[in-house]
Each structure stands twice: as structure tokens, then as C-alpha cells.
T-cell receptor, first 112, second 118 residues
Framework: AQSVTQPDIHITVSEGASLELRCNYS??????LFWYVQSPGQGLQLLLK??????LVQGIKGFEAEFKRSQSSFNLRKPSVHWSDAAEYFC??????????FGIGTKLQVIP | EAGVTQFPSHSVIEKGQTVTLRCDPI?????LYWYRRVMGKEIKFLLH????????ESGMPNNRFLAERTGGTYSTLKVQPAELEDSGVYFC????????????????FGPGTRLLVL
């Protein structure tokens, strides 16, 4: 069965600092991997996705993620965090023609 | 292009009442999914439609939940009778046809319906 682990439930960073959100997955085949973000009062927005090819994926809002098959990881990074990045971030696996399995989410707080 | 829309955005009902949630997918998307997030838990899959047919309903919690997609366009999810544990955020997602894009599809999510059962 597919699963996703996001070990950090809450993260606090200072504005302008770098960010890395961790994600580990379990999947029986080549995974389709996603990061979604949910801002307060908003729906889920797709940040980026990995299907195949280059393991470093660029997304919207300056985010990137790196797929590491050997570590079963798909960590999300941003070099400089803005206050507007405060939100909840979800890593997910699957998709394609299948259901998406989500991690529990990481809430990001940005302090001045 | 309009995204996935859901109605209502919020619903507060009493235990034992009936609630119907609606989802309008992105135009042309044959795949429609329902998910639910109970407070503090993961977002969990409920079911998947391909056009008007239920492809996978393995995540439906019990027979108090009924999903329909008549005509293969919008979908409704009815909870009857509602229980306290049904409270949460119900998300709908849609994606393009499998044959058009192979297996590489992205699911686009709506804003969710926040359901509170008192």
C-alpha cells in the first residue's frame, strides 16, 4: 500500500531564511509525487509534481523539490521564505489514474 | 479556464440531518474524485468516478454516504443521516482522461466544503 510520511507537523522559519520540508513515501512502482499547499481559507493548490525525468523539479512561487529514489524522499525547498508562504503543505503520492495518498501535512509559520 | 468548484463552502447541520455537497469539475475532465480531511488527520480518498461510473469507492466510510455523477458532469455527495464524526473538509478533484495523457495526470482540487455536524 502506498503511504506518505511528513515528519514535521509544524515548522517555524524567519522571513528570508531557507526552507526544507521533508517527505518520505512508500510506493510499489515508479511514483508520481506531488506537493500541494493550502493557504488559510483556501483550497489545495498544486505547487509542483514529479512524474519522470529530471529529479529536480521546479514549481510555482519559487519552490523546488528533489526526488531521491534511494532515500524514497521528495523534499520541498525554497531558498528564501516570504511571509505569504505561511500555509499548510502536503506531500502526496500516486495520482495518474489512481487515488492520491497524502501525508498529514506540515504547517509553516513565518516570523518577521 | 474555471477550476474545480464546490458548493457550499461551509455547512453546519445537526446530527441526524442530511447534507448534500456538490462538485463541478474542470470542463472536459472525465475523472472526478472525492476526498475528506477530518481535523488533525490526513486527507483521505473516498471515491473516484470516470464519467458517470464509479471506478473506485473503496474509501467510502459506510452506507450513509452516497455519491452520484449523473451525466458525467457534476457530482453530489450526500450524507444521510449525518453523524458527529462526519465533520471535516470534503475536497473534490478532477483530472483529464487517462487515454489522452497516458498515466500522467494531475488532480486539480477544489476549495473544499467545510462540514460541521453538531
Amino acid at each position: 500500500a502506498q503511504s506518505v510520511t511528513q515528519p514535521d507537523i509544524h515548522i517555524t522559519v524567519s522571513e528570508g531564511a531557507s526552507l526544507e520540508l521533508r517527505c518520505n513515501y512508500s510506493y510499489g512502482a515508479t511514483p508520481y509525487l506531488f506537493w500541494y499547499v493550502q493557504s488559510p481559507g483556501q483550497g489545495l493548490q498544486l505547487l509542483l509534481k514529479y512524474f519522470s525525468g529530471d529529479t529536480l523539479v521546479q514549481g510555482i512561487k519559487g519552490f523546488e523539490a528533489e526526488f531521491k529514489r534511494s532515500q524514497s524522499s521528495f523534499n520541498l525547498r525554497k531558498p528564501s521564505v516570504h511571509w505569504s508562504d505561511a500555509a499548510e503543505y502536503f506531500c502526496a503520492v500516486g495520482g495518474g489514474y489512481q487515488k492520491v495518498t497524502f501525508g498529514i501535512g506540515t504547517k509553516l509559520q513565518v516570523i518577521p | 479556464e474555471a477550476g474545480v468548484t464546490q458548493f457550499p463552502s461551509h455547512s453546519v447541520i445537526e446530527k441526524g440531518q442530511t447534507v448534500t455537497l456538490r462538485c463541478d469539475p474542470i470542463s472536459g475532465h472525465d475523472n472526478l474524485y472525492w476526498y475528506r480531511r477530518v481535523m488533525g488527520k490526513e486527507i483521505k480518498f473516498l471515491l473516484h468516478f470516470v464519467k458517470e461510473s464509479k471506478q473506485d469507492e473503496s474509501g467510502m466510510p459506510n452506507n450513509r454516504f452516497l455519491a452520484e455523477r449523473t451525466g458525467g458532469t457534476y457530482s453530489t455527495l450526500k450524507v444521510q443521516p449525518a453523524e458527529l464524526e462526519d465533520s471535516g473538509v470534503y475536497f473534490c478533484a478532477s483530472s483529464q482522461d487517462r487515454e489522452h495523457l497516458g498515466r500522467q495526470e494531475t488532480q486539480y482540487f477544489g476549495p473544499g466544503t467545510r462540514l460541521l455536524v453538531l
